[in-house]
């Protein structure tokens, strides 16, 4: 009986928190699901554009690095009574909008230089720097312009409702990223294979290359000290979680044959790895508000608060890869693409998302915390660690699943 009370007290005092969040992962969810299609689609682009899926995790996860990121930081000073809606010049909100904006033109670039170096480090067959930096910016550029929109959404009706936009932000932006940029780096794609002189993608680059480095020097001479900070804190951060997505996207290029044998296994991947980074971006959102806000110490060890939190997570994912296996397997078929089976896609996601979510909980817990001992804004670094960490693991875990499954 008092097991039973304690879990009734449980979801008693997290209804509010279980019921947002849970709208919002299965509006993500639902949105991943079109961006797996989309992946589900490019078998032959993936043949015949080697290397094309090293760039696909570090271009889809760095939108929810920049503007899951800035989703986190509006919540935050939306609870300590920061935040005001409005653009006007210097404003918090203002200066966080030009600081995602110009973090995503820097990042778009470096990925893409990032992506054909490592390759070659790691002798793995590629396309050139110059169509790796022209994909890379066209689908991440085009998708953060959207994503500021949303952002700005997002913020007015948490603000004018009195919702914690901490337990619904990151999925729906996440999901809103992976619908706009894959589609774009399939249509950067195109352009490049459609027989465009590989000297127009070179001159391409290094026209983008001036107009970042005259974006920075505007940017930093302007009198915006929260813009500059964030630049500033998140860029080492930022190129840290790009060798890690590189990472997550090597570790499934080494299996690319498997995967595009089984077009359903390509449809689950941006749903189990953004949906991870969502429900990261929840739990370090919170984390990162309780923190700022003095309710969650940061001591060495979880305390109960923080023990809550990771049952939320449990909760949250128990239901969420559930969904995901159901949903990859039925696209599939509608597509006419192969699966090996619904239990299969089910018990795939499940097992594999339910060890990532155990890393996830970790994870946030110790970024968060010993960001904020160091006196550097959770916020700025905690979601774009963890959700890049988490799509390098997750896609471990995913791969190793699938060989104990004796699905590759």
């Known amino acids: 009986m008092a097991a039973d009370g304690r879990v009734r007290g449980f979801f008693d005092r997290n209804k509010s928190v279980l019921r947002l969040s849970l709208v919002a992962l299965m509006m993500s969810s639902f949105g991943d699901l079109f961006a797996g299609a989309t992946l589900g ?15 696909i995790p570090p271009a889809i996860g760095m939108r929810g690095n920049i503007f899951g990121a800035l989703g986190s930081r509006l919540g935050t000073s939306m609870h300590v009574g920061t935040f005001e809606l409005s653009l006007k010049k210097g404003g918090i909100l203002r200066q966080n909008l030009e600081g995602s904006l110009v973090l995503s033109v820097i990042m778009s670039f470096l990925m893409g230089v990032l992506a054909e170096s490592v390759s070659v480090v790691l002798g793995v067959e590629s396309i050139g720097a110059s169509q790796f930096v022209f994909i890379s910016v066209f689908g991440g550029v085009l998708a953060g312009l959207l994503l500021l929109l949303i952002n700005i959404l997002i913020a007015t009706v948490g603000f004018r409702r009195n919702w914690d936009i901490d337990n619904f932000s990151a999925p729906l932006v996440t999901a809103a990223g992976d619908i706009v940029t894959l589609p774009m780096l399939f249509v950067a794609t195109m352009i490049v294979m459609s027989g465009v002189p590989a000297v ?63 077009p359903a296994l390509l449809i689950l991947i941006p749903q189990f790895l953004e949906d991870a980074n969502a429900l990261g971006g929840i739990l370090t959102s919170r984390f990162s508000s309780l923190l700022h806000m003095g309710t969650l110490e940061p001591k060495r060890a979880p305390g109960k608060l923080a023990i809550e939190n990771f049952l939320i997570s449990y909760v949250l994912s128990l239901w969420v890869f559930i969904v995901v296996g159901i949903t990859s397997h039925f696209t599939a078929l509608l597509l006419g693409l192969g699966s090996p089976g619904l239990l299969m896609m089910v018990a795939l996601s499940l097992v594999a998302g339910m060890l990532t979510v ?29 959700s890049s960490t988490i799509d390098f693991l997750g896609a471990l875990c995913l791969i190793g699943v699938m060989l104990l499954f004796g699905m590759a």
């Open 358 to 386: 155990t890393i996830l909980n970790v994870l946030s817990y110790y970024v968060a915390v010993y960001t904020f001992k160091f006196s550097l804004d959770p916020d700025d670094d905690s979601i774009p660690l963890t």
């Open 41 to 55: 689609f490019m078998t032959d682009t993936l043949r015949l554009m080697p290397g094309l899926m090293i760039l």
């Open 200 to 262: 127009s993608f070179d001159i391409f680059t290094l026209a983008l290359l001036a107009v970042t480095v005259v974006l920075v020097i505007v940017t930093f001479r302007l009198k915006n000290p929260e813009t500059k900070r964030i630049i500033v804190q998140s860029s080492p951060v930022l190129v840290i979680c790009i060798l890690l997505d590189i990472g997550a996207g090597i570790t499934i290029d080494r299996r690319i044959e498997e995967l595009v044998a089984l």
